[in-house]
Protein backbone atom coordinates (compact mmCIF):
# COMPACT_ATOMS: atom_id res chain seq x y z
CA UNK A 1 0.00 0.00 0.00
CA UNK A 2 1.98 3.21 -0.96
CA UNK A 3 -0.47 5.80 1.06
CA UNK A 4 -2.18 5.49 4.28
CA UNK A 5 -5.24 8.04 5.09
CA UNK A 6 -3.85 9.80 8.43
CA UNK A 7 -6.13 8.54 11.39
CA UNK A 8 -8.62 12.00 11.19
CA UNK A 9 -9.86 11.31 7.83
CA UNK A 10 -13.22 10.39 8.12
CA UNK A 11 -16.29 10.65 5.32
CA UNK A 12 -17.22 14.73 4.95
CA UNK A 13 -20.94 14.46 3.83
CA UNK A 14 -23.04 12.25 1.33
CA UNK A 15 -24.57 13.70 -1.80
CA UNK A 16 -27.63 12.15 -2.60
CA UNK A 17 -29.78 12.27 -5.87
CA UNK A 18 -33.89 12.22 -4.72
CA UNK A 19 -36.95 13.12 -6.71
CA UNK A 20 -38.34 15.98 -4.57
CA UNK A 21 -36.79 17.99 -2.76
CA UNK A 22 -38.83 19.11 0.19
CA UNK A 23 -39.88 15.57 0.71
CA UNK A 24 -36.39 14.90 1.21
CA UNK A 25 -35.78 17.48 2.76
CA UNK A 26 -38.26 17.05 5.36
CA UNK A 27 -37.02 13.42 5.94
CA UNK A 28 -33.04 14.15 6.99
CA UNK A 29 -34.54 17.71 8.86
CA UNK A 30 -37.38 17.01 10.88
CA UNK A 31 -37.54 13.34 11.14
CA UNK A 32 -33.56 13.04 11.14
CA UNK A 33 -32.62 15.90 12.92
CA UNK A 34 -29.99 17.26 10.90
CA UNK A 35 -30.30 21.53 10.21
CA UNK A 36 -31.09 22.57 6.33
CA UNK A 37 -28.35 25.18 5.81
CA UNK A 38 -28.07 26.14 2.55
CA UNK A 39 -31.09 25.54 -0.39
CA UNK A 40 -30.58 26.44 -4.16
CA UNK A 41 -34.45 27.15 -5.05
CA UNK A 42 -35.65 23.62 -6.31
CA UNK A 43 -32.79 22.05 -7.26
CA UNK A 44 -30.37 21.39 -4.23
CA UNK A 45 -30.23 21.70 -0.49
CA UNK A 46 -27.26 21.03 2.03
CA UNK A 47 -27.98 19.98 5.80
CA UNK A 48 -25.81 19.42 8.47
CA UNK A 49 -25.39 19.04 12.28
CA UNK A 50 -23.36 20.99 14.73
CA UNK A 51 -22.62 23.77 12.70
CA UNK A 52 -20.73 21.85 10.16
CA UNK A 53 -21.62 23.29 6.29
CA UNK A 54 -23.20 20.08 5.58
CA UNK A 55 -23.54 16.23 6.20
CA UNK A 56 -26.15 15.73 3.65
CA UNK A 57 -26.35 17.17 0.40
CA UNK A 58 -29.24 16.58 -1.99
CA UNK A 59 -30.28 17.02 -5.04
CA UNK A 60 -33.05 17.06 -8.13
CA UNK A 61 -29.98 17.86 -11.11
CA UNK A 62 -30.80 14.61 -12.88
CA UNK A 63 -33.17 13.53 -11.13
CA UNK A 64 -36.68 15.32 -10.51
CA UNK A 65 -39.69 13.03 -9.96
CA UNK A 66 -37.17 10.37 -11.03
CA UNK A 67 -38.19 6.52 -9.68
CA UNK A 68 -35.33 4.81 -7.62
CA UNK A 69 -32.88 2.26 -8.89
CA UNK A 70 -34.20 -1.47 -9.05
CA UNK A 71 -32.63 -3.60 -6.69
CA UNK A 72 -30.31 -5.75 -7.91
CA UNK A 73 -27.95 -2.95 -9.41
CA UNK A 74 -24.95 -1.41 -8.20
CA UNK A 75 -25.29 2.07 -6.29
CA UNK A 76 -25.47 3.45 -2.65
CA UNK A 77 -25.81 0.64 -0.29
CA UNK A 78 -26.63 3.23 2.64
CA UNK A 79 -25.38 6.31 4.42
CA UNK A 80 -24.27 6.17 7.98
CA UNK A 81 -25.44 8.87 10.54
CA UNK A 82 -23.25 8.62 13.80
CA UNK A 83 -24.96 9.79 16.77
CA UNK A 84 -23.24 10.74 20.22
CA UNK A 85 -24.44 8.04 22.24
CA UNK A 86 -27.38 5.64 22.99
CA UNK A 87 -29.67 8.32 24.12
CA UNK A 88 -29.53 10.34 20.84
CA UNK A 89 -29.77 6.90 19.10
CA UNK A 90 -32.96 6.21 21.18
CA UNK A 91 -34.44 9.58 20.26
CA UNK A 92 -34.14 9.39 16.71
CA UNK A 93 -35.68 6.30 16.71
CA UNK A 94 -38.60 7.23 18.64
CA UNK A 95 -38.42 10.59 15.98
CA UNK A 96 -38.35 7.85 12.62
CA UNK A 97 -41.57 5.47 14.30
CA UNK A 98 -43.47 8.72 14.76
CA UNK A 99 -42.68 9.92 11.42
CA UNK A 100 -44.27 6.66 10.24
CA UNK A 101 -41.16 4.94 8.73
CA UNK A 102 -40.59 1.31 9.47
CA UNK A 103 -36.92 -0.14 9.83
CA UNK A 104 -35.81 -2.70 7.46
CA UNK A 105 -33.32 -3.68 10.59
CA UNK A 106 -31.03 -3.61 13.29
CA UNK A 107 -27.77 -5.01 14.56
CA UNK A 108 -25.65 -4.98 17.66
CA UNK A 109 -22.38 -5.01 15.64
CA UNK A 110 -20.19 -5.46 19.42
CA UNK A 111 -18.66 -1.88 18.80
CA UNK A 112 -21.85 0.20 17.38
CA UNK A 113 -25.36 -0.45 17.67
CA UNK A 114 -27.57 0.67 14.11
CA UNK A 115 -30.74 0.79 12.96
CA UNK A 116 -31.45 0.78 9.42
CA UNK A 117 -34.18 2.05 7.26
CA UNK A 118 -34.98 3.69 3.63
CA UNK A 119 -35.53 7.27 3.36
CA UNK A 120 -38.30 8.60 0.90
CA UNK A 121 -36.12 8.17 -2.48
CA UNK A 122 -35.59 4.55 -1.20
CA UNK A 123 -31.58 5.59 -0.29
CA UNK A 124 -30.76 2.95 2.97
CA UNK A 125 -29.77 4.86 5.90
CA UNK A 126 -28.29 3.73 8.88
CA UNK A 127 -28.52 5.64 11.60
CA UNK A 128 -26.09 4.27 14.89
CA UNK A 129 -23.81 5.25 18.21
CA UNK A 130 -20.52 3.62 18.73
CA UNK A 131 -19.76 2.18 22.00
CA UNK A 132 -16.58 3.22 23.80
CA UNK A 133 -13.20 2.11 22.29
CA UNK A 134 -12.64 0.49 25.20
CA UNK A 135 -15.48 -2.15 24.88
CA UNK A 136 -15.21 -2.82 21.30
CA UNK A 137 -15.03 -6.73 21.49
CA UNK A 138 -11.01 -8.53 20.69
CA UNK A 139 -10.33 -11.81 20.27
CA UNK A 140 -7.50 -13.36 22.24
CA UNK A 141 -5.04 -12.17 20.10
CA UNK A 142 -6.45 -8.77 20.60
CA UNK A 143 -7.67 -8.65 17.17
CA UNK A 144 -11.39 -6.59 16.69
CA UNK A 145 -14.44 -8.64 16.50
CA UNK A 146 -17.59 -7.90 15.28
CA UNK A 147 -20.71 -9.34 15.18
CA UNK A 148 -24.24 -8.84 13.55
CA UNK A 149 -26.99 -9.80 16.22
CA UNK A 150 -30.70 -8.64 17.33
CA UNK A 151 -31.11 -6.39 20.14
CA UNK A 152 -34.05 -5.36 22.08
CA UNK A 153 -35.60 -2.70 20.23
CA UNK A 154 -37.91 -1.75 23.19
CA UNK A 155 -34.80 -0.73 25.77
CA UNK A 156 -33.46 0.91 23.16
CA UNK A 157 -37.30 3.31 23.07
CA UNK A 158 -37.11 3.30 26.63
CA UNK A 159 -33.51 5.41 26.60
CA UNK A 160 -35.67 8.26 24.59
Known amino acids: ?21 DRAITFYSEVLGFTLNLRYGTQAAFLGAG ?27 HAAFLYPDRASLARVYRSVLDAGYALTGWADHGVSVALYLDDPDGNGVELYYDRPHAEWPKDADGNLTMM ?8 LLADA
Open 1 to 21: MSFVAPAATSVGHVHLRVADL
Open 51 to 77: GYHHHIGLNTWDSLNALPPPKGHTGLY
Open 148 to 155: NQRFDLDA
